[in-house]
C-alpha cells in the first residue's frame, strides 16, 4: 500500500495510529468538520484495506461464516457483518458491496491478513478465490447529505464490472433482521449518510491534484471521528477489543441478523440476546473541556463511590466536535449508574464527563420467559 498523495498537499498533518497513513487534518480540523457533515468535503480512507472475494458460492459462503445475511445481495446494495469466535467476540469486522461479480471487502488496514488467512482457510472445495486488492484500490470518505452534494460529484468510484463501488453505511438505519437496543425515536445516525467509495488508486493522484487546484475540499480523519463518535457509530479498530460482543455496542442494528440461521458465534448472540444482557454498555461521553485537557483513547473511566475512584471503563475514541465540544465514546460497565457523573484520568487531570446512553443496562433479555412456581408453593385460582 503506498504513500497517499494526500499527505504532500500544503497544510497535510499525518495522523499516527490507527490511522497513520492518512491526514489527521489541513489546517482547520471544525471547518472541515462542517463542510464534512454538509457533503462538501472528502476524507482520504487509502489506509483501509480493500479485499475481493470472487467465484459463484462467494456470498453464501461468507453468510454461512458471518453474523449478517448475504445469500440474496443485490449488486450495489451494502452490507456490514462480523467474523465472530465461537465465544461470539468480535474477531473482525467488514463493510461488504456486491457488483454481481465480486464481493468487496473494506475492513481496516491491520485486519486484512487475518481475514484472507482465515477465508483461504475455510474454502476447501467451494467456488471462491480471495485476494487483498488494497494495492490496486483505496476508499475515499464523504457524507452524502443532499442527492447532488459536491463530494459525491468529485469521486469518481471504481466500477470494473459496471457496478459503481459506493458502499452507504447501514448504521443509518436498522437492518431487516436486527435489533436496536438504544431507546430513542431520534438516533443520531439518521443524520450520518456516510459513503465508502472503492476508486482505483491511480484516481488519488488526480484527486489531490484537483485539491490542489482548490477544484475538491479535503477533511481530515479527525473530523470523519468526530462525526461518527456523534452518529454513536462502533469501528472496529477504535471500540472493539478481546472482549467485545455485538450487544455491547448495539451493532446488532447494523451487522447482526437474527434469524438467519447457524455461524460461529451465533449461539452466544442469540443467548445474550434472548436471555441474558451483555456485561458492558457503550456510552456517549460529553466532557468537561474547561481544564483544556482533552480525553483519548485507553483512558480509564471510573465513578466516585464511598470517596475512593471505582474503575468501570474505558474511552474507546474522543474528538472535539464543532457544536458539542469534547465528546467521547466509551465502554463501561453494565450496571454502572446511568445518572452518575464520571470522571475520566487524562494525562495529570481528571476530566469529568456526563452520560448518554447508548446501550441500556437492561439490554438483551428480549425474550419473555414465564415464571414458573416454586416448587411446593401453593397456588390459589
Request: with cysteine; glycine share 8%.
Amino acid at each position: 500500500m503506498s504513500d497517499s498523495p494526500f499527505l504532500s498537499l500544503p497544510g497535510a498533518v499525518a495522523d499516527e495510529g490507527l490511522d497513520a497513513g492518512v491526514a489527521a487534518h489541513y489546517g482547520s480540523p471544525l471547518r472541515e468538520q462542517r463542510l464534512l457533515a454538509a457533503g462538501e468535503a472528502v476524507v482520504d480512507l487509502s489506509n483501509r484495506s480493500v479485499l475481493a472475494v470472487t467465484g459463484a458460492d462467494r456470498l453464501s459462503w461468507l453468510d454461512s461464516m458471518t453474523s449478517q445475511r448475504l445469500t440474496g445481495l443485490a449488486p450495489g446494495q451494502a452490507a456490514e457483518t462480523l467474523f465472530l469466535d465461537p465465544s461470539g467476540r468480535i474477531e473482525f469486522d467488514v463493510h461488504a458491496l456486491d457488483d454481481g461479480v465480486t464481493t468487496w471487502l473494506i475492513a481496516e488496514r491491520d485486519e486484512a491478513e487475518g481475514i484472507v488467512g482465515w477465508l483461504d482457510k475455510m474454502r476447501f472445495m467451494l467456488r471462491v478465490e480471495v485476494a487483498d486488492r488494497s494495492d490496486e484500490f483505496a476508499v475515499v470518505g464523504y457524507l452524502d447529505a443532499a442527492i447532488e452534494a459536491p463530494a459525491r460529484t468529485v469521486v469518481q468510484a471504481a466500477s470494473p464490472d459496471g457496478v459503481e463501488l459506493r458502499w452507504a453505511d447501514v448504521w443509518r438505519g436498522v437492518e431487516a433482521g436486527g435489533h436496536q437496543y438504544a431507546h430513542t425515536d431520534d438516533h443520531p445516525a439518521s443524520r450520518w449518510p456516510w459513503v465508502e467509495a472503492i476508486v482505483e488508486r491511480s484516481e488519488l493522484e488526480a484527486l489531490a491534484r484537483r485539491a490542489a487546484a482548490g477544484e475538491v475540499v479535503l477533511a481530515g480523519s479527525l473530523a470523519a471521528e468526530a462525526l461518527r463518535i456523534e452518529a454513536w457509530r462502533p469501528r472496529f479498530g477504535r471500540e472493539v477489543d478481546d472482549r467485545s460482543i455485538p450487544h455491547e455496542l448495539d451493532w446488532l442494528r447494523s451487522a447482526v441478523h437474527l434469524t438467519k440461521g447457524c455461524y460461529r458465534g451465533q449461539e452466544t448472540v442469540a443467548k445474550v440476546h434472548n436471555l441474558g444482557h451483555p456485561p458492558r454498555r457503550l456510552v456517549l461521553l460529553h466532557l468537561d473541556g474547561s481544564e483544556s485537557v482533552f480525553a483519548a483513547p485507553g483512558d480509564v473511566v471510573s465513578v466516585e463511590r464511598d470517596g475512593e475512584l471505582r474503575a468501570v471503563g474505558t474511552v474507546t475514541s474522543s474528538a472535539i466536535h464543532h457544536e458539542l465540544g469534547p465528546i467521547a465514546l466509551a465502554v463501561v460497565k453494565r450496571n454502572t449508574d446511568a445518572e452518575a457523573t464520571l470522571l475520566v484520568a487524562a494525562q495529570d487531570t481528571t476530566i469529568a464527563a456526563s452520560q448518554e446512553v447508548i446501550v441500556p443496562s437492561d439490554a438483551g433479555a428480549a425474550v419473555d420467559v414465564p415464571r414458573l412456581p416454586r416448587l411446593g408453593a401453593v397456588t390459589r385460582g
